[in-house]
C-alpha cells in the first residue's frame, strides 16, 4: 500500500516530503518566481518526481518562461487560460487557450506571454537524472529577449544575466480567475 506523503507547511507555502501520493491546491503551494521569467509552481518537495515533471506557469505580456532551449527529452504544453506566443524551431506560432504544443526531444522552444493579461500554462516533462539541454543562438528568440547571447549547454551561463528565482508563497492574483 502506497501512504500519503506529508504536505509540510513553510514560509512559502505547502512543500511534500517522502515518497507518497498527494493532494494539494496550487494556490497552497510553494511558488517561484523573477520579475524577467514569471511566476511557476512546480509540485514538487524533498523528492523530485521521477518520470515526470508538472508545472504550472503565469506569464505576463512580454514575459518568456525561460530561455529558448532544446532538451533530450520530450516535454508537453497545454495553454489553459490567455495567450502565448511559442517560439519553435525558429519559428513564432500565436496560442490560445486549450493549444496543445508537443516537443519531442531537441525541439527548440519557449514560450513568450502576450494579449492583454497573463498566460497560465500547464508542462509535463519527462525526467532523467543525466539530461541534456542547449540553448542555441537564435534570432527570433532574441527579438523576445527570451534567447541566449552565444551558445551553451550550461544553465548557469544562460541565465546569468537574469536574476534570480524568488522562492514564495502564492500571491492572490497569481493564478487568474477563469
Avoid at 504550472?56 to 512580454?62: A, E, F, M, T
Avoid at 516533462?125 to 547571447?149: C, E, F, I, Q, T
Avoid at 524568488?166 to 497569481?174: K, L
Amino acid at each position: 500500500m502506497v501512504q500519503e506523503a506529508r504536505l509540510a507547511p513553510t514560509e512559502n507555502g505547502l512543500v511534500p516530503e517522502g515518497e507518497g501520493w498527494f493532494v494539494v491546491n496550487a494556490r497552497e503551494m510553494r511558488w517561484f518566481g523573477s520579475d524577467e521569467l514569471g511566476k511557476y509552481c512546480h509540485f514538487e518537495g524533498d523528492v523530485r518526481f521521477d518520470e515526470l515533471g508538472i508545472n504550472v506557469s503565469v506569464l505576463d505580456p512580454g514575459q518568456p518562461g525561460c530561455m529558448y532551449h532544446g532538451e533530450d527529452a520530450q516535454e508537453d504544453f497545454l495553454v489553459l487560460a490567455g495567450e502565448c506566443l511559442l517560439l519553435v524551431e525558429g519559428e513564432e506560432r500565436r496560442l490560445r487557450a486549450w493549444d496543445f504544443v508537443h516537443c519531442p526531444p531537441w525541439t527548440e522552444h519557449v514560450f513568450v506571454g502576450t494579449g492583454d493579461g497573463p498566460c497560465l500554462l500547464l508542462a509535463v516533462g519527462a525526467r532523467r537524472p543525466d539530461s541534456k539541454v542547449r540553448y542555441p543562438v537564435v534570432d527570433v528568440a532574441r527579438k523576445h529577449d527570451a534567447g541566449v547571447l552565444a551558445e551553451t549547454s550550461s544553465p548557469e551561463e544562460a541565465y546569468a544575466r537574469f536574476s534570480d528565482l524568488v522562492e514564495r508563497p502564492y500571491r492572490e492574483g497569481d493564478l487568474p480567475n477563469w
